[in-house]
């Protein structure tokens, strides 16, 4: 890439591809294949309005997240929004609008800020993690066993991590539910606005709770880090945190039963006892990462990429996604290759990547030693996917399996499922328990014990 001084090309010219509705949510590697006919970058449009471009191949993805020196991080330079082109209750915007965290800041900032979450992720023991994990899914497991029928995202993928996370944080319940609710009201660009207060003030309610009570947790060990974090950027570094260990993680945990439960290469190993799970997570993290596009990256100057001009200021977003699946890599084996850019890559990857692989893992485990005859409850091809530019995300996961009644142990482990025997004909198994609210409502219910 080099400096040049062209002139900025028209607005609007050439056509910029959508990335909001139903149809991009339906079938985005569609998009993709279109975008690679103008070259490894391509204009889009993340919401109305919001232009930016879209690096889909994989070569071009690496060299923008290898390359701090010519491409920010900082969003404080997307001219757009500083103009006003772009409003501040776009429904993008709280995903991309500058936070003091880890995520969006450059150089010696970025390194102090990361090295805190790096350090205090690095105190997570991961057999403690793991035993907490199987324990929480083993009690969400057992809601709704006997009926017979869940559905998986909701009932399971969405509130595993939110257990975890918020035993991590040492997140009282009420803050957690109300975490999770502002977390996916932005990854959904549904309100998003008002879901970008709800998450702040609650962090601001945790943090002052944490200040005041600190105890073994991430949210405390972050406080007491030598970096020197202020409350500001605690409460954003916990965004980032909250944002990376809720929505792509139940994401990653949802889009790895859907492939285990539809697709033949796998689903076909079921029976016969061996549970290809950390196949079928590496084919998700290729095929269908959580976060489909993101690392939204700011060039600090025009430079021209494979004859494209990328205007300073102007938005470039890696698509995941596409640069995993650029026709120019070789496909033929996947499992076991963690070459892909699910978790980013350059000096903006993932630092908890083997905690997330490991939750997603236990999860996708649990849930298949549990119910071992799980099965979808519609074709896989009419599971609906949830809209937004930047994820890759289910709205529901419908299954069914036989219904399962807990077996009392006395050797003081927990409880075994056998198949449950009709109390009548038509009749489903005895004291099967209602099925939980359904929300938000639904998941403080369950915080609560109710």
């Known amino acids: 890439m080099t400096a040049v001084p062209p002139p900025v090309p028209p607005r609007g010219c050439p056509f910029h591809e959508p990335l909001h509705g139903p149809e991009f949510a339906a079938d985005p590697a569609a998009v993709y294949r279109r975008l690679r006919k103008a070259g490894p970058t391509a204009p889009v449009e993340l919401a109305p309005g919001v232009q930016a471009?879209?690096?889909?191949?994989?070569?071009?993805?690496?060299?923008?997240?290898?390359?701090?020196?010519?491409?920010?991080?900082?969003?404080?330079?997307?001219?757009?929004l500083a103009d006003g082109t772009v409003p501040m209750d776009s429904p993008v915007v709280p995903m991309m609008?500058?936070?003091?965290?880890?995520?969006?800041?450059?150089?010696?900032?970025?390194?102090?800020?990361?090295?805190?979450?790096?350090?205090?992720?690095?105190?997570?023991?991961?057999?403690?993690?793991?035993?907490?994990?199987?324990?929480?899914?083993?009690?969400?497991?057992?809601?709704?066993?006997?009926?017979?029928?869940?559905?998986?995202l909701g009932e399971y993928a969405q509130v595993l991590p939110l257990l975890v996370f918020n035993h991590l944080f040492?997140?009282?319940?009420?803050?957690?539910?109300?975490?999770?609710?502002?977390?996916?009201?932005?990854?959904?660009?549904?309100?998003?606005?008002?879901?970008?207060?709800?998450?702040t003030a609650t962090l601001v309610d945790?943090?002052?709770?944490?200040?005041?009570?600190?105890?073994?947790?991430?949210?405390?060990?972050?406080?007491?880090?030598?970096?020197?974090?202020?409350?500001e950027e605690m409460i954003h570094s916990l965004v980032l945190l909250m944002g990376a260990g809720t929505e792509p993680q139940q994401n990653l945990i949802a889009n790895s039963l859907r492939l285990l439960l539809s697709d033949d290469r796998?689903?076909?190993?079921?029976?016969?006892?061996?549970?290809?799970?950390?196949?079928?997570?590496?084919?998700?993290?290729w095929a269908d990462p959580p976060m489909a596009n993101y690392a939204v990256h700011f060039p600090m100057h025009?430079?021209?990429?494979?004859?494209?001009?990328?205007?300073?200021?102007?938005?470039?977003?890696?698509?995941?996604?596409?640069?995993?699946?650029?026709?120019?890599?070789?496909a033929d084996q996947r499992a076991g290759n963690r070459a892909h850019?699910?978790?980013?890559?350059?000096?903006?990857?993932?630092?908890?990547?083997?905690?997330?692989?490991?939750?997603?893992?236990?999860?996708?485990?649990?849930?298949?030693?549990?119910?071992?005859?799980v099965e979808l409850a519609v074709p896989v091809e009419e599971l609906v996917w949830r809209p937004g530019p930047f994820h890759r995300a289910l709205a529901a996961?419908?299954?069914?399996?036989?219904?399962?009644?807990?077996?009392?142990?006395?050797?003081?482990?927990?409880?075994?499922?056998?198949?449950?025997v009709p109390v009548a004909a038509g009749e489903g198994p005895a004291a099967v328990p209602d099925r939980p609210k359904s929300g938000w409502a639904r998941l403080l219910a369950w915080w609560r014990g109710e």
């Not at 069914?400 to 077996?407: D, L, M, N, S």
Request: glycine share 8%.
């Open 53 to 80: 471009t879209l690096v889909t191949g994989y070569d071009a993805a690496l060299h923008v997240l290898r390359s701090p020196e010519t491409f920010s991080k900082d969003p404080r330079r997307w001219t757009d």
């Open 97 to 152: 609008a500058y936070r003091p965290n880890a995520l969006f800041t450059d150089g010696e900032e970025h390194r102090r800020l990361r090295g805190a979450i790096a350090d205090s992720l690095a105190r997570v023991e991961p057999s403690m993690l793991r035993g907490y994990v199987e324990r929480s899914a083993d009690t969400l497991v057992d809601r709704f066993a006997p009926l017979g029928t869940a559905d998986l």
């Open 170 to 199: 040492g997140c009282p319940a009420e803050y957690g539910v109300r975490l999770v609710e502002g977390m996916s009201g932005i990854f959904d660009g549904v309100d998003a606005e008002k879901a970008n207060e709800l998450l």
């Open 206 to 231: 945790l943090v002052t709770l944490k200040r005041a009570r600190p105890g073994q947790d991430m949210t405390s060990w972050l406080m007491a880090h030598p970096a020197g974090l202020t409350d």
């Open 266 to 285: 796998f689903a076909g190993d079921l029976s016969g006892g061996s549970l290809p799970v950390e196949d079928a997570l590496d084919e998700v993290l």
């Open 302 to 330: 025009d430079v021209v990429y494979e004859g494209v001009l990328l205007r300073a200021g102007a938005p470039l977003v890696v698509s995941f996604a596409a640069a995993n699946t650029d026709p120019a890599l070789a």
């Open 341 to 373: 850019l699910a978790w980013s890559a350059g000096p903006h990857n993932c630092p908890a990547q083997s905690p997330a692989r490991l939750i997603a893992a236990v999860a996708v485990e649990k849930l298949l030693d549990r119910l071992p005859d």
């Open 397 to 420: 996961l419908p299954v069914r399996f036989p219904p399962a009644t807990a077996a009392v142990r006395t050797d003081g482990g927990r409880p075994s499922y056998a198949s449950a």
